[in-house]
């Protein structure tokens, strides 16, 4: 959960207006950031930020709990994302699928040839920023939903769960595949650039072929697991065993956990300052009015 979350509740138990206002400014960050992520689009974060945002005005003084603000967030912010109008332009319409994922021989082999990073420097993580963005919004939106809640929200699967009525077998699923999906997407990206090509010429264009052994295919399918600590012990100890033996699975295992963390990794974004200064206005009115009902309106005490 985000730390935000948490300050949230705790500013608006303080009933003073400093503290709200600060309150609805950690709101409109959050907010806003995650619609970025999931619709794409400015246009779409910022409709989606203050229709989510005033909605929410009537319900805030109810909340104690920082889950429960955080779910009840996330599922509206989510459902007016998903019906947004503006869709990626690089949104694929069919689902992902492992096979299609899975590198070739060629590439795990350039894998484990390479040497560590060099120190990124401010204008090459802006880049690099800017290049995951632009893969992760080339994911289908129900792959892209997952992995933006568990890898960039860092939520929990259970949370996840909980916002997309999903199970958790799926939730697992999905995200091993965006996760592959995004990792691939950045490899073309880095060999284009090495290239210094704008698009692959068509005779070079490579058909991703499965490698050979059949074991390589098997722990293919389990990383995710494997670097979010999901397996049990015993297939746990039969994937490192492997990997002891198979340089460029444990290369493509780097590759992987690298993009992982640069999806933790990922600045957010702010809304125009201008448009977030007049919706927290109109929300610290709408929340006066909100706190003024409840002092002359009671809720009546129950009898025994």
Known sequence: ????????????QREDPKSLEEALALLQDTVFS???????????????????????????PKFDNPKALMVWLYKV???????????SKFAPKESLSLEDLMPDRRELEKLSGQA????????????????LRQAVQKLPPEYRLILVLHDMEEL??????????????????????????VRKELAKQDQLRVRG????????????????????????????????D???????????????????????????????????QAPNDSPDPSIAAGLRRQML?????????????PEPTKRR
């Open 230 to 264: 999901e397996l049990d012990d015993s297939l746990c100890e039969e994937l490192e065993k492997h990997m002891d033996g198979c340089e460029p699975c444990k290369a493509f295992l780097l590759s992987l956990e690298h993009t992982i963390q640069q999806f933790r």
């Open 285 to 297: 009115s709408q929340y006066q009015k909100v706190l003024a009902g409840r002092v002359s309106h």
């Open 1 to 12: 959960m985000r730390p935000e979350i948490e300050q949230v509740v705790q500013l608006i």
């Open 34 to 60: 995650f619609s970025m992520k999931v619709c794409g689009q400015r246009q779409d974060a910022e409709d989606t930020m203050q229709e989510v945002l005033l909605k929410s005005v009537p319900n805030l």
């Open 197 to 228: 090509q704008t698009a692959k010429p068509a005779a070079e264009k490579i058909v991703s072929a499965q490698p050979s052994e059949r074991r390589c295919k098997e722990m293919f399918a389990e990383l995710s697991n494997y670097l979010d």
């Open 116 to 131: 560590d990073g060099t120190p990124e420097t401010s204008l090459l993580r802006r880049e690099n920023a800017k290049r």
């Open 77 to 87: 912010a989510k459902n007016r994302c998903l019906m947004s109008r503006r869709k």
């Open 156 to 181: 929990s699967d259970a949370d996840v769960a909980e916002i997309t009525g999903l199970r958790l077998g799926t939730i697992r699923v999905r995200l091993h595949r965006a996760r592959l999906f």
